[in-house]
């Protein structure tokens, strides 16, 4: 069984970037698949953040991830 998750930091590194990764656990190892760094502090936008990641997960699923 292959399982899929996703790991996110906030704050982590001192320009304050959050940090995501989606990773399978494969034959009990963690591979990692995919990262996105993400700046969201300049933008003035509702939903900043969830469309962002949106984009990602949807790029993610057309290159194959289901």
């Not at 591979?31 to 993400?38: A, D, I, Q």
């Amino acid at each position: 069984m292959t399982e899929v998750y996703i790991d996110s930091t906030f704050g982590a590194n001192k320009h304050g970037y959050e940090l995501y990764c989606v990773l399978i656990e494969y034959d009990l190892a963690s591979l990692p698949l995919s990262y996105l760094l993400l700046d969201t502090r300049g933008i003035q936008e509702v939903g900043k953040r969830g469309s962002r990641l949106t984009e990602w997960f949807v790029g993610l699923r057309n290159a194959g991830l289901k």
